[in-house]
Every structure is written in C-alpha cells, then in structure tokens.
C-alpha cells in the first residue's frame, strides 16, 4: 500500500513532461542531439531489467523535494541509437525510463548517440560498440527478434537487481561509457549462490553473500573489479 501511494504521489509530481522545451525526434535528428521522444518508441537492446532495483529507485526518488525531482529529471539524457528501420534503440537506460514509465511520464528527452543504417550489421555493430546485451541473466544467448519491444514487457531479472545494488555498495566500480556491466556479474553472482532466490525478504542476506564473492579472485575477469569496498574488511 505504501509503494501505491508513493507511486501516484510521484506521478502528480512528474505530470508535466519532462522536457517539452526538445523538439521531438525524427530518423534524421544528427547524431549527438538532444530531443523528445515518445516512451513506446523507445526499444529495450537487453531482455530484462530488476525490478528490486527499480522499486528502490522509485522510493528515493519520493524522499527529493519537489524542485530538486524536477531537476534530476530535466539533467537525465537516455542514450539512444537510430537503427536501419528507422526506429530508436536504448543503449542506456533501462531502469531509468522503466521508473518514468511506472510514474505515468510518457515522452522523455533522449539523445542521438549514433546511426546504424546496414541492417545486415546493425545487432553485430550494437554489440560491439557495448550497446546491446544479447543474453539473459544465466548467459544464454537470445535473439534480437525476442527482446521485448516496450520497456513496460521487459521481464524481472532478480540478479540484475542483485547485481545492481552490489554494485551500490561498491563491491565493482561502474563507468559511464560502459554499459551493461551489470549483466556479466549478475551471472557471476547466480552461478555462484545457485541462481537462490532474491526477493525483499533475501536481498539483505544475498548482498552480504555478493560481498564475499565479488572480492574474490574467481571475479578478476569481470568488468569494475575490484571494487572500492573490496579493500576493507569483509563481514
């Protein structure tokens, strides 16, 4: 009950749009504009997203003051990529425009952060330039033609929150030309408690368990390792 009024108290904050001083997008914006576009347009490049991670966002979020929400939002820029079909693909931004989304906000301001215009390349270049996460939360590889083509059908990956918040407490660094890192210790982490289950009631206990884990030297491979929390003394 709490979480509902939260969220209809955020919505009424975030009625306005966000940006409406944008000019809308279109499939010849250049590259490295800034424009409005529509939520629904926008086309998930990963297959899921933690939804532990987006409730806790949503609740920080209800703590800012009215004018400070306004302009965390107004700062946001989703990083999007036109494709050959015309079409706006997220690089970035998953969770973020998922929270939007949640809270009723229906167009969001958006940046042109390239243009792919072979088709016969463009989930190839995607990967490449780090712009899409082809895999699911164990690593199995997924199709492009099955990623979910709303941000409000993409499916809850409790890992990916695990990850995320380990992350949050310092446990792998995170920069912000690379995307998707999250995935790849989120992998790691379920391997390694055996894909248990990660709810409200087991994140304290599967946080404190990642603690241990993402320090060890099984996770040099990883991108962001070692974390800063890495050097002090584990529970």
């Known amino acids: ?5 939260l969220l209809l108290w955020l919505a009424l904050l975030v009625a306005a749009p966000l940006a409406a001083a944008e000019d809308a997008c279109t499939p010849d914006t250049p590259v490295g504009t800034v424009c409005q576009l529509a939520i629904d347009a926008l086309h998930p490049t990963q297959p899921g997203i933690g939804l532990l991670q987006v409730e806790q966002d949503l609740a920080h979020l209800g703590k800012k003051p009215l004018a400070k929400l306004h302009k965390y939002m107004l700062k ?3 990083p999007v990529v036109i494709g050959p079909d015309a079409g706006y693909y ?3 931004g998953h969770h973020l425009t998922r929270e939007l989304w949640t809270l009723g906000q229906r167009e969001v301001p ?3 952060e390239g243009r792919l215009e072979n088709p016969a390349t463009f989930w190839p270049e995607m990967q490449a330039h780090h ?7 164990q690593g199995r590889p997924v199709r492009p033609e099955t990623l979910p083509r709303r941000i409000q059908d993409l499916p809850d990956y409790p890992y990916r929150s695990l990850a995320g918040f380990a992350q949050r407490a310092g446990l792998f660094d995170k920069h912000d030309e690379v995307y998707f890192v999250e995935f790849a210790w ?3 982490l379920g391997e390694r408690l055996h894909w248990a289950p990660v709810t409200r009631a087991t994140l304290a206990r599967r946080l404190r368990e990642a603690s241990r884990l993402a320090c060890q030297p099984d996770a040099a491979g990883l991108p962001g390792y070692p974390g800063r929390a890495c050097s002090q003394p584990q529970p």
């Open 1 to 5: 009950m709490r979480l509902k009024i």
């Open 131 to 137: 712009w899409a996460w082809l895999a699911d939360q």
């Open 110 to 112: 958006v940046v042109i």
């Open 90 to 92: 997220l690089v970035d």
């Open 76 to 78: 946001k820029r989703i």
């Open 186 to 188: 989120a992998r790691y």
